[in-house]
């Protein structure tokens, strides 16, 4: 069965500074590997993906993502935070394959970012 | 506009009074899935439908039932809702299915259901 680890369930940082929110996983086979945000009574929009390739993915909102294939790792980046970017962020995975269809999440982190 | 719609936004109801929460996509997207949001489980899969009459539970899929008659809905019925259904429900889309399931999913605006 695949599975998805958020392991902070909050990250506060000041504006300007950098941030991380951290996302393992585990699967069989290749994964694919998602990022999304929720805004205050929004749905989920997605911000980037790793499917193939290069292992630093660029998304949305000047947001990035390092797939570190060793440690089973997929965290979310951003040089420097707004606080804007204040919300509640999801990792998820999805894998070819006979489960095709299923997509896990993790329990997902509320990012604080305080002027 | 490219857009997952969900109805209604909010219900309250009560023990046992059957429910459907409709779901409609125009992308002519193939897959499209149900998830349910409860603070600290971050979204659970429910349901998912690979294409049209093709259904498949995900990871919590008791007292819940969905059909896929056509490619742009995919209501999610409850026959007999109890409190513990009391939840955040979303229901999403994306182009593929299959070997496309690299595609993101785009997402409705959920609904907030409440069984009392």
């Known amino acids: 069965a695949q599975s998805v680890a958020q392991p902070e369930d909050q990250v506060n940082v000041a504006e300007g500074n950098p941030l991380t929110v951290k996302c393992t996983y585990s699967?069989?086979?290749?994964?694919?590997l998602f990022w999304y945000v929720q805004y205050p009574n929004r749905g989920l929009q997605f911000l980037l993906k790793?499917?193939?390739?290069?292992?630093l993915v660029k998304g949305s909102y000047g947001f990035e993502a390092e797939f570190n294939k060793s440690q089973t790792s997929f965290h979310l980046k951003k040089p420097s935070a707004l606080v804007s970017d204040s919300a509640l962020y999801f990792c998820?995975?999805?894998?070819?394959?006979?489960?095709?269809?299923?997509?896990?999440f993790g329990d997902g982190t509320t990012l604080t970012v305080k002027p | 506009e490219a857009q997952v719609t969900q109805n209604p936004r909010y219900l309250i109801t009560v023990t046992g009074k059957k429910l459907t929460v409709t779901c409609s996509q125009n992308?002519?997207?193939?897959?499209m899935s149900w998830y349910r949001q409860d603070p600290g489980l971050g979204l659970r899969q429910i349901y998912y439908?690979?294409?049209?009459?093709?259904?498949d539970k995900g990871d919590v899929p008791e007292g819940y039932k969905v059909s896929r008659k056509e490619k742009r809905n995919f209501p999610l019925i409850l026959e007999s809702p109890s409190p513990n259904q009391t939840s955040l429900y979303f229901c999403?889309?994306?182009?593929?299915?299959?070997?496309?399931?690299?595609?993101?999913?785009?997402f409705g605006s959920g609904t907030q259901l409440s069984v009392l």
């Open positions: 999403a889309s994306s182009p593929g299915a299959g070997p496309a399931t690299n595609e993101k999913l785009f």
């Open positions: 998820a995975v999805r894998a070819p394959g006979a489960n095709a269809g299923k997509s896990t």
């Open positions: 992308m002519n997207h193939e897959y």
């Open positions: 790793y499917i193939t390739g290069d292992n």
């Open positions: 699967v069989s086979g290749n994964p694919y």
């Open positions: 439908s690979m294409n049209v009459e093709v259904t």
